[in-house]
């Protein structure tokens, strides 16, 4: 079985530049995490997903960040426009259900030049 | 806000020694996850947590749950060079909507 496959894995742009990333989590789990990891400590929850429903987004930057999981199985993370500071690996992870082990794709290492 | 730290921050262990980490958490714990990241990697599922005072083993790996629910421990003996990478511990708390929360991480470097 698949695991949680992201694209693209590694995305350079120029500063105030749109950029989007794409997640496909496990068949058949219902909850859907977007994470942002910067060098040298723990992931930082940006959004969570149950099905198609954003359940906590209270730590996304929604001046520029937006997320949608819209038929409530793929997701895309988009930064307009992107800042030098949003340089990080972006990582999806999803889950059976919300307290159950979630599992992380190889993220997307950005680089905003 | 609920906050999770984790001691050591780095741990530089000789090959063949045991060592231990930890995880604190602020508030009590409905359960706790603990992850793997290889340098490079992206973080792995170890084991989850749930009851008070619950002890798990996975070969060489040792979880403990405090009997507060406010603390963990991952216990590693006779380190091996596959065990290098930052272990994290998770938490999840119900009334905060199973919200997942990842503490800092500790790096490990072992020493052959």
């Known amino acids: 079985e698949a695991g949680v496959v992201q694209s693209p894995r590694y995305k350079i742009i120029e500063k105030k530049q749109p950029v989007a990333f794409w997640c496909n989590p496990i068949?058949?789990?219902?909850?859907l995490y977007w994470y942002l990891q910067n060098l040298g400590q723990g992931p930082e929850l940006l959004i969570r997903y149950e099905n198609e429903e954003a359940v906590d987004d209270s730590q996304l930057p929604k001046d520029r960040f937006s997320a949608e999981r819209l038929k409530g199985v793929d997701s895309t993370l988009k930064i307009q426009p992107a800042e030098l500071g949003d340089s990080a690996v972006y990582l999806c992870?999803?889950?059976?259900?919300?307290?159950?082990?979630?599992?992380f794709g190889q993220g997307t290492r950005l680089t905003v030049v | 806000g609920q906050q999770v730290m984790q001691i050591p921050q780095y741990q530089h262990v000789q090959e063949g020694e045991d060592f231990t980490t930890y995880c604190n958490s602020s508030t009590t714990l409905s359960n706790i996850q603990w992850y793997k990241q290889r340098p490079g990697g992206h973080p792995v599922f170890l084991i989850q947590l749930v009851k008070s005072g619950e002890v798990k083993k996975q070969k060489r790996l040792t979880f403990q749950f405090g009997e507060a629910k406010k603390n963990s421990s991952l216990h590693i003996t006779a380190t091996q060079t596959t065990d290098v990478g930052t272990y994290f511990c998770?938490?999840?708390?119900?009334?905060?909507?199973?919200?997942?929360?990842f503490g800092g991480g500790t790096r490990v470097l072992v020493k052959p």
């Open positions: 998770a938490d999840m708390i119900k009334a905060a909507g199973n919200k997942l929360t």
């Open positions: 992870a999803s889950s059976l259900e919300a307290d159950t082990e979630a599992f």
């Open positions: 068949s058949g789990h219902n909850t």
